[in-house]
């Protein structure tokens, strides 16, 4: 199955959660699956498609895994 990034829709109070992990979207977005949920919420303008973040902004965000931000201190 391919993949989109999106983000929550700033424009909207809603907090979108991804039903495979019950987690909130992060509001720098995050990389799903294509379905029928996420085209849904595309349409409906809860999530917007955005352009994924570089890895350097990346590692700059407070959401960066540990991994990344250990890497980050090896530079």
């Not at 992060?26 to 498609?49: E, M």
């Amino acid at each position: 199955m391919s993949k989109m990034y999106v983000k929550p829709n700033p424009e909207r109070a809603t907090v979108v959660r991804d039903p495979a992990t019950a987690r909130p979207l992060p509001a720098t977005g995050g990389w799903v699956a294509k379905s029928a949920y996420w085209n849904r919420r595309l349409r409906d303008q809860d999530v917007i498609a955005a352009k994924p973040p570089t890895a350097a902004k990346a590692l700059k965000e407070p959401g960066a895994t540990a991994r990344q931000n250990q890497k980050k201190g090896e530079h």
